[in-house]
Nanobody
Framework: QVQLVESGGGSVQPGESLRLSCVAS????????MNWYRQAPGKERDMVAQ???????NYADSVKDRFTISRDNTKNTVYLQMNSLKPDDTAVYYC???????????WGQGTQVTVSS
């Protein structure tokens, strides 16, 4: 019943920008903490950005000052604005939702971001 659908990935050159979107259904979106994770081949899946139901944000050091997470509760959508993209940002980006600290987490299918020249 819970579904998270990412979109907005693609292939860009270093220094360019992308905006990812994740549309959620089947959850209490407004009260959920939303996260973006990414995973490159051969590496672990790491959280890159988080936004709580109250609007507080957290970022991985590798993306601070370049990425911005935001949410639109009227559309049940969370966004990740990615600026000044680097080749090291190349990964599959996953949307994640969690209603409570101890409750289940839900995942989207992922969207590919490729940064290369």
């Amino acid at each position: 019943q819970v579904q998270l659908v990412e979109s907005g990935g693609g292939s860009v050159q270093p220094g360019e920008s992308l905006r990812l979107s994740c549309v959620a259904s089947g959850i209490n979106f407004s009260f959920s903490t939303m996260n973006w994770y990414r995973q490159a081949p051969g590496k672990e899946r790491d959280m890159v950005a988080q936004i709580t139901g109250s609007g507080s944000t957290n970022y991985a050091d590798s993306v601070k000052d370049r990425f911005t997470i935001s949410r639109d509760n009227t559309k049940n959508t969370v966004y990740l604005q990615m600026n000044s993209l680097k080749p090291d940002d190349t990964a599959v980006y996953y949307c994640n939702a969690r209603r409570t600290r101890l409750g289940p987490a839900y995942w989207g299918q992922g969207t590919q971001v490729t940064v290369s020249s």
